[in-house]
C-alpha cells in the first residue's frame, strides 16, 4: 500500500534551516510529483511547491523563494524539503503529499516545526 | 494568484440531514483539456487532510456516495446527502489550474 513517511518533529532557532524528508513506498517514485503543504497552529492550508520527481524540476510559490529548496532522491524514494532563514511565523506542520491528476491522493503525517528563541 | 473564496466558515450539521459547502474562484478553473482543476480535502481533528473529490466531481477512493461535488467555471460546491459522524472537520476547496496552487479559507463542519 502508499505510504508517505516524514522524518520527525524539530524545535529550531530563528535564522537556521530545517530539513524535512518524506519518504515514499508502494509506488513508483518518479511516476508522480511530490508537493509540499504547510499549517500554522489553528490556521488553514498552505502551497509552498512541488518537485517532479523524475526530472528534479520545481515550482515554488512566490512567497518561499529564495528560501525553499526541494530535493529528491530517487535511490532511497524520499524526497527533501529545506527551509532557511527560519521565522517565528514559520512554525508550522509541514506535509509531504503525492502528486498527479488526484493531488493530494496520499499524504505523510506532517511534523511540527516549531521555531522559538 | 487564484483566490478561492469559501463559504459558509461554519456550519453545523444535525445527523442524517444535509449541507452544503460553497467554493467560488477569482477566475475559471477550466483547463484547455476540459478538466476543472479544483479538488476537495476533509481534514479532520488531528489528521492529514484527506482528497474526497478531485477534478470538481470525482470521488476519491472510498469516499462513500452521499458526499459528491459539483459545479464549473468558476462555482463549485461539496454536497453530503445525510450527514455522519464522520463527517465532521474542515473541508478546503484547492485550485490546480495554475501555480501557485491555492486552497480556500475552509469550511468547519460540526454536529449540533
Known amino acids: 500500500q502508499v505510504q508517505l513517511v516524514q522524518s520527525g518533529a524539530e524545535v529550531k532557532k530563528p535564522g537556521t534551516s530545517v530539513k524535512v524528508s518524506c519518504r515514499a513506498s508502494?509506488?513508483?517514485?518518479?511516476?508522480?510529483?511530490m508537493h509540499w503543504v504547510r499549517q500554522a497552529p489553528g490556521q488553514g492550508l498552505e502551497w509552498m511547491g512541488r518537485?517532479?520527481?523524475?526530472?528534479?524540476?520545481?515550482d515554488y510559490a512566490q512567497k518561499f523563494q529564495g528560501r525553499v529548496t526541494m530535493t529528491r532522491d530517487t535511490s532511497i524514494s524520499t524526497a527533501y524539503m529545506e527551509l532557511t532563514n527560519l521565522r517565528s511565523d514559520d512554525t508550522a506542520v509541514y506535509f509531504c503529499?503525492?502528486?498527479?491528476?488526484?493531488?493530494?491522493?496520499?499524504w505523510g503525517q506532517g511534523p511540527l516545526v516549531t521555531v522559538s528563541s | 494568484d487564484i483566490v478561492l473564496t469559501q463559504s459558509p466558515l461554519s456550519l453545523p450539521v444535525t445527523p442524517g440531514e444535509p449541507a452544503s459547502i460553497s467554493c467560488r474562484s477569482s477566475?475559471?478553473?477550466?483547463?484547455?483539456?476540459?478538466?476543472?482543476?479544483l479538488h476537495w480535502y476533509l481534514q479532520r481533528p488531528g489528521q492529514s487532510p484527506q482528497l474526497m473529490i478531485y477534478?470538481?466531481?470525482n470521488r476519491a477512493s472510498g469516499v462513500p456516495d452521499r458526499i459528491s461535488g459539483s459545479g464549473s467555471g468558476t462555482d463549485f460546491t461539496l454536497k453530503i446527502t445525510r450527514v455522519e459522524a464522520e463527517d465532521v472537520g474542515i473541508y478546503y476547496c484547492?485550485?490546480?489550474?495554475?501555480?501557485?496552487?491555492?486552497f480556500g479559507g475552509g469550511t468547519k463542519v460540526e454536529i449540533k
Open positions: 477534478l470538481a466531481s
Open positions: 508502494g509506488y513508483t517514485f518518479t511516476d508522480y510529483y
Open positions: 518537485i517532479y520527481v523524475k526530472s528534479g524540476g520545481t
Open positions: 484547492m485550485q490546480v489550474l495554475q501555480t501557485p496552487f491555492t
Open positions: 503529499a503525492r502528486g498527479g491528476e488526484r493531488l493530494g491522493d496520499y
Open positions: 477566475q475559471s478553473l477550466l483547463q484547455s483539456n476540459g478538466k476543472t482543476c
